[in-house]
C-alpha cells in the first residue's frame, strides 16, 4: 500500500506521515519493520476516525488492454478492503474502492515502458498498487465523482 498526501482537516493526528515505497531497494528486514510500522499506522488512522472515508485506488501498469486494467485494478483495490475490513478491523462504509486502471491514473506514475513498446519492471511494480487517499483530497474527490 502506498499513502498519497497528506490528511486534511478531519482526519488529523500527531503521528507522522509514512510514505512507503514498496520498491525502496531496502534491505529485507529493515524494510519489512518499516512496511509493517506504516501499515499499522494507516490502519490506527483508519480506526481512530471511523467517520472518515478515504478512497483505495487500484492501479496497474501499461500492460493489457483498457478493461482488463480496469478489472485488475478493481479487483487490486477490493482485496485491499477486504484485508482492512476482515483482518484489521475497518469499517467497510469508511472505505470507497476505484478501479483506474493506467490510463485513469491522477497518482504519480513511473516509466514502465520504454519507447520501443518493452516493459520496464521497476516502473511497472511501482504502478501494480493501491494508492490510499483522503476521500476529501481534490485528486480524490475527481476520482470519486468521475
Request: charged letters at 30%; one cysteine or more; proline letters at 3%.
Amino acid at each position: 500500500m502506498r499513502a498519497v498526501g497528506r490528511p486534511k482537516s478531519g482526519f488529523r493526528d500527531d503521528e507522522q506521515q509514512h510514505d512507503v515505497e514498496e520498491n525502496s531497494g531496502e534491505a529485507g528486514e529493515e524494510r519489512e519493520e518499516r512496511v509493517e510500522h506504516a501499515h499499522h499506522c494507516g490502519v490506527h488512522l483508519l480506526n481512530k476516525y471511523p467517520d472518515h472515508k478515504v478512497l483505495l485506488a487500484g492501479t496497474t501498469a501499461t500492460t493489457w488492454n483498457k478493461a482488463m486494467n480496469i478489472e485488475t485494478s478493481r479487483l487490486r483495490a477490493e482485496t485491499v478492503k477486504n484485508i482492512l475490513v476482515n483482518e484489521y478491523g475497518v469499517s467497510a462504509d469508511q472505505l470507497i474502492t476505484a478501479g483506474l486502471g493506467d490510463d485513469n491514473d491522477p497518482f504519480p506514475r513511473a516509466e514502465d515502458v520504454d519507447a520501443n513498446g518493452n516493459g520496464v519492471e521497476p516502473g511497472a511494480t511501482h504502478n501494480r498498487r493501491v494508492v490510499i487517499v483522503d476521500a476529501e483530497d481534490a485528486t480524490a474527490q475527481q476520482v470519486i465523482n468521475g
